[in-house]
């Protein structure tokens, strides 16, 4: 069960709960709260949780929680400037790799107790 206290603390909860859920699914927690900083002026982007699946691919979740599927729900929430922003970060931690994997990203969304996974929620021609 989430805790809905704080945002920090639902946040907090919310990640853990999709990081249990996807290591059952087998993917493995390569990083977690990935950051990227643009400047003072401009924000930068973050990742929750970066995860590999079991055929290599590198998987960059967004974990997103709402305590039920009102104002459109909580995978409803991730809107084209967040999909930037998620972008953004996961071409940066790119970048220090020799040879990048296949990847993809991914989305958890959580309403209330109800989990749901949209693998492949969205792709990087943004």
């Known amino acids: 069960m989430l805790k809905w206290g704080s945002p920090k603390g639902r946040g907090d909860a919310a990640e853990d709960r999709a990081l249990r859920y996807l290591q059952q699914q087998g993917l493995r927690l390569v990083e977690r709260n990935y950051r990227v900083a643009r400047g003072p002026q401009a924000r930068g982007g973050e990742i929750d949780l970066i995860m590999r699946a079991p055929d290599g691919c590198l998987v960059f979740v967004e974990v997103r929680a709402r305590a039920d599927g009102s104002h459109g729900g909580a995978a409803a929430s991730i809107g084209a400037s ?26 958890l969304a959580l309403e209330g107790e109800q989990l749901e996974w949209l693998q492949a929620a969205f792709d990087a021609s943004l």
Do not use: E, T
């Open 82 to 107: 967040k999909q930037r922003r998620i972008i953004l970060a996961a071409r940066h931690y790119l970048l220090r790799m020799a040879s990048p994997p296949p990847c993809r990203f991914d989305v």
